[in-house]
């Protein structure tokens, strides 16, 4: 007889909302746990939950752990009865990978819902099996009036807020899981590498949050397997591993997975760590972000071993995935008159430049890691981001920006819409020339959002070299804001499949939108 879920999951998009797959059986772990409960001793299990990721018409990437070696075997179904279910055969895992893997799925049909089962089996006896893990989601859709609507934020963990017990743990995961997008887009600051989590911690009011805690966030993270157990911690939290279950995330990086404001070759200063080649440290991370997440060019495909890529979700949705921290150079005042390296990189500046000339979507979404003209400083003198404080014509990293921006205006590339999060608040910038150093560019929109689970910190300047209007700005007036003291923030954006528009709303957790904005397809600028 084959498998039942342990929990009915849903038929199709429009049942989805609020539905718990098998992984609702997982409960928060105690402050000190370790690990979630093991359910049949003896077995391999997958209580870590599964994930998928990725996702286009055709193809996805799930992921898995186990709790030993395992043989992972996927199996996709049309139905939650799982009739006519098609066999995926995936990896052995092994302590090589943290026993994590990904089976990666192909021919799927478009723009349906997909119900899959991830079963582990001992290596040596495949019939000895654990207890299946339940997740779905949909492809993307081959039809543009389908539409698609996704959500986006990030930094998670940050500041000493971990995984609190007494509030629910990461309720926001909850959240935005009964909004049923077709994905999450997680723009950087997966993890605080670099972020002790504490036992305790008494707010300003005198109120005390307090933490789960688990080894690994006991220091900073410099080893393998320091790294690898930050990002197991939030897999602790029972909302984000039903929120993994349901949504198909898009994952991305920032500087946080490895320490705080990193670059290439960088030697640490700081009496933390006694490794202090960053180098080290981010070859490292970047083993452990590839085990706990499914990214497909971190994979063995044909994409290489990086983490920029292009996702296509249908006709709607290019998205376009940036890598703001393994290409960069150093950090410094940005004045510099010349300026090949950038903050991106020569090589993934050509990939993107041509990567959106060929790309036929309505929409093409850049998902930044970093804002571009939100002054983000590194130290007295030295800037982490684009923007270095000078309104004036480009110097530095801007160089490299701006003739992105003149290379998108030239070769007329329409729907280009700038997504990000990393400062933790909420904010609304429009772009354009008549306001600006830097004129030979199309106006374009930029959207910020976070911490999903970490401190907010008040709003930083604006540079005008690229001429941003600030039309909206949510942010506390001091730093480090607890999340028991303010909700978290994400975004939502919605492309009508009918007329094409794209709508944009900034909400923060309890179901409010704080902003929306409509832009037009088949537009330059904005």
Not at 1 to 17: E, F, K, N, Q
Not at 120 to 128: G, K, Q, V, Y
Not at 411 to 432: C, E, F, K, M
Not at 460 to 466: K, M, S, V
Request: hydrophobic share 40%; charged share 25%; with cysteine.
């Amino acid at each position: 007889m084959p498998y039942r879920p342990r929990i009915p999951s849903p038929d199709r998009r429009t049942v989805l909302r609020g539905s718990l797959l098998a992984t609702a059986a997982l409960t928060l772990p105690a402050a000190g746990a370790a690990a979630p409960a093991f359910a049949r001793s003896g077995r391999p299990d997958a209580a870590w939950g599964v994930q998928v990721g990725d996702v286009t018409s055709s193809s996805a990437l799930v992921w898995v752990r186990s709790d030993r070696p395992a043989r992972m075997v996927v199996e996709t179904s049309a139905t939650e009865s799982f009739r006519r279910a098609r066999t995926w055969h995936g990896p052995l895992l092994g302590a090589g990978t943290d026993f994590t893997g990904t089976t990666p799925l192909y021919g799927l049909p478009p723009g349906e819902q997909v119900h899959y089962r991830v079963t582990l089996a001992t290596p040596d006896d495949p019939r000895r099996t654990g207890e299946p893990v339940y997740g779905t989601f949909r492809t993307a859709p081959a039809r543009r009036r389908d539409g698609v609507r996704f959500l986006w934020s990030g930094d998670i963990a940050g500041q000493g807020w971990g995984i609190n017990p007494d509030i629910g743990g990461y309720r926001v995961y909850d959240e935005m899981r009964r909004l049923d997008p077709d994905f999450f887009l997680c723009s950087g600051d997966n993890i605080y590498a670099d972020g002790v989590i504490e036992p305790s911690v008494t707010l300003p009011d005198g109120r005390v949050w307090h933490n789960v805690t688990t080894q690994e966030k006991a220091k900073v993270a410099e080893t393998l397997a320091e790294y690898r157990g930050n990002f197991r911690y939030n897999l602790l939290d029972d909302n984000l591993r039903r929120f993994n279950a349901q949504v198909p995330s898009v994952i991305q990086w920032d500087d946080h997975e490895v320490r705080n404001n990193w670059y290439p070759g960088q030697i640490l200063d700081d009496a933390r760590y006694s490794e202090k080649n960053v180098d080290v440290l981010a070859a490292r991370s970047t083993q452990a972000f590839g085990e706990y997440f499914p990214v497909s060019t971190l994979h063995g495909s044909a994409g290489g071993d990086r983490v920029h890529r292009v996702v296509r979700h249908g006709p709607l949705l290019d998205l376009f995935v940036l890598d703001m921290r393994t290409f960069r150079n150093a950090n410094s005042p940005g004045r510099q008159p010349d300026d090949a390296t950038g903050i991106l990189g020569a090589e993934q500046l050509a990939w993107l430049e041509r990567e959106l000339s060929r790309s036929r979507a309505v929409w093409k979404v850049i998902a930044a890691d970093m804002p571009l003209g939100l002054v983000v400083a590194d130290g007295a003198t030295d800037f982490e981001a684009v923007a270095q404080g000078d309104p004036g014509a480009p110097l530095g990293r801007e160089l490299q920006i701006a003739g992105l921006l003149r290379f998108i205006k030239h070769h007329r590339i329409t729907g280009t819409v700038w997504l990000t999060a990393d400062v933790h608040y909420t904010s609304a910038q429009h772009y354009a020339p008549e306001r600006a150093a830097f004129k030979d560019f199309a106006p374009f929109w930029e959207f910020v959002t976070g911490p999903l689970a970490a401190g907010q910190f008040p709003s930083n300047a604006l540079d005008g070299t690229f001429g941003p209007d600030q039309v909206f700005v949510q942010a506390p007036d001091r730093a480090n804001v607890s999340p028991m003291e303010t909700p978290a923030l994400f975004g939502e954006v919605d492309i009508d499949g009918d007329s094409g528009e794209l709508t944009v709303r900034l909400r923060e957790q309890g179901g409010s939108v704080l902003f929306s904005k409509v832009l037009q397809p088949g537009r330059v600028g904005q």
